[in-house]
């Protein structure tokens, strides 16, 4: 046998199961983390491609504020349509095919977006490029559960999902640096244009006057530096497309279906069949209740901060004030996620409880939020900031919970359906938050309302939640019928 082959086979951490099958844990299972971090990291920059630098791109394009919005939703459009075929095609081809396949996905709708800065082919491309992230993220997006289960024991799979969970939001939040670091806002002038109206000519009058022009002197807004966006942005383009092709490459190398042994006895039990385990979850209720909660307010946070320049710009503030604000929400929330994430993983029963505090802290953040863009309290730049900072904090950190915690309640349903469906509602609320854009006239001070509306509608959802832990109680209990038979202790090595 070839000494990689016995590499491969060869387990960091193995015990028998109560029925005789080896478990064992894989150090390479931080590569697979790596690849797959890498890969929702780009799905999420490239998703968040338009919004921190919407008036460059109008500028450049002539696009309208509709127009960004929409770029996000037809990305939301092309998710929907296709994850739960993508989550069918995971749980029966396995991780390596799916994942290979969306990579494809993220790489051609990247590099399409390279072809050329021409304003019509832009506005063709730039769709067709945000439907291809959306299908290309059906896998990243709703296959955290899937992946940690496959390759990680039950300690370390909300931490796992958590480091998953952290790399999106943090391309997301990287989208809001890289776009702004590297186009710059547009530089207008205002040209005075004089357009004659009319001339007047007073033939009749005995003593000879010269003729009066009545004309209209407008001001007409140019953009000075508009060759050098198309440049900047080209280069942005560039960068997304780089990332994709290595995570294209990375994946064609080296990303199994699964390691050689499972990481924990329910990771090698079977699931229950696709559609049957769509029937079960429709018939759930503790189920809804969790995706509810969780799916609103998230769905509506996720698009509400790619928006956030349009949302702000009408209070005074600039392209890249909103683009670091956006920054540091997503970033700091994402670090708080890998931080409960692990605090949890200690606290394994107490989800509920920690996401309930999560949210209702949510709701007052929010709130103060809303009341200093509504002039309810004196317009702070700093306090707007730090209400901004602590919405992701508590939404964005509780994440990697109901992500494990759905899992939990739908077993034994497969966890990439139950994460497909999941994040299936979080895009209907997503697409529905930017739909609203489109109705006339209707300005942006709803967003914010919106916002902590999907806040306060999920508290009483996640109150009526009750808690079951099914996966973990089958894992604790095999576990502990095996190490009375055979005394061994797991040791990482």
Known sequence: ??????????????????????????????????????????QACAWNSWGPITASAEAVFGWHDSQIGMLANDANIGYMVTVLLFCYFMDVKGLRISTLICAVLLFVGAAIRCITMEPTVMTVCSPIASVLFGIGSTVLFAGPPKFSSVWFPPEQRTFATAIVSFANYFGNAMGFIIGPLMVSSPTTVCENSTHLNSTLELADIATTMPAINISNT??????VNKSDLIVEIRHLMYVHAGIAALFLVMVIVYFPDKPPKPPSNTASMERTEWLKGLRMLAKNSSFWLVVFASMISNGVLGQWVTVLYINLKTYGITQNQAGYMGFWQTLVGCTAGLVIAWFSDMFMRRMKLILLFLFLAATLATFWFTAICEKYIPFDITSLYTSCILIGVFINGGVPLFYEITCEASYPVAEGVTGGVMTLVNGIFGILFLFVMYIKDIGT?????????????ALPLLALFTERYRRTDLDLTVAKRSSSVSGDVQVDR
Not at 1 to 22: F, N, V, Y
Not at 218 to 223: A, L, Y
Request: overall charge positive; aromatic content about 12%.
């Open 1 to 42: 046998m070839p000494k990689e082959q016995t590499e491969e086979r060869t387990p960091i951490l193995g015990t028998k199961g109560a029925s005789g099958d080896a478990t064992s844990v894989y150090k390479r299972r931080w590569y697979i983390v790596l690849v797959f971090s890498i890969g929702t990291f780009i």
């Open 218 to 223: 407008s001001c007409v807004t140019v953009c």
């Open 445 to 457: 001070n709803w967003m914010n309302w919106a916002l902590l509306g999907s806040h306060l509608a």
